[in-house]
């Protein structure tokens, strides 16, 4: 047999053993992301983190030139399928045993609605969280004020927050997809650390 033959032969042989190991103890790639995701939400419903989740999905990009903060009809907005979205993502709260928290949102619209359709409770704004993606001046002193805001916060609920892929990317390194919850804590030093993310 060629020895090609040989080492495919081989190669597809311990792929089937591995395959085999992973069917025997009950493995797969959904099992083991649901219990990632029941760990990360038990970290943050026993207060030993917080999520940080960007806004549902809201087509397009940053905001028209006549965006208003107070104004949602001239900012970019969640889509039907970002709603669903929000209310999808609530219920993954909820089923990691979050049924309330003390949640914190920035002040524009889309952030707002994600917050609100999360279903976890009362929402307030928290200018920290608000996006300095076309003023990235502000990124250093806001970034600064909500790890301080963190620091100090007593948590008596589990803590959400909504926010903007600049601001998560800024406070913790992560690149985040439309409605991704970055799950953290503050370290004894002040730091953020990073335990995973929900997708």
Not at 82 to 88: E, S
Not at 169 to 192: H, P
Request: glycine fraction near 8%.
């Amino acid at each position: 047999m060629p020895i090609s033959s040989i080492v495919a032969q081989r190669f597809y042989s311990g792929l089937g053993a591995i395959a085999a190991v992973i069917a025997a103890v009950g493995l797969s790639p959904a099992a083991s992301s649901a219990r990632d995701d029941a760990r990360l939400l038990d970290a943050v419903r026993t207060g030993n983190a917080f999520a940080i989740m960007r806004h549902a999905l809201a087509p397009g990009f940053s905001d028209p030139a006549n965006f208003d903060v107070d104004d949602c009809s001239t900012q970019r907005n969640l889509s039907d399928e970002g709603r669903a979205q929000a209310r999808a993502i609530g219920e993954t709260f909820r089923k990691g045993g979050i049924s309330e928290a003390n949640v914190f949102s920035s002040a524009w619209c889309r952030c707002l609605e994600t917050a609100r359709l999360l279903g976890l409770g009362p929402v307030a704004k928290l200018a920290p969280l608000n996006s300095f993606f076309e003023a990235r001046e502000r990124r250093d002193a806001q970034t600064a004020a909500l790890r301080d805001w963190l620091i100090d916060y007593k948590q008596e609920k589990p803590l959400v927050l909504v926010t903007h892929q600049v601001n998560i990317n800024a406070l913790t390194g992560s690149y985040t997809s439309s409605g991704e919850t970055v799950i953290a804590r503050i370290d004894e030093n002040g730091r953020v650390a990073v335990l995973g993310s929900i997708k």
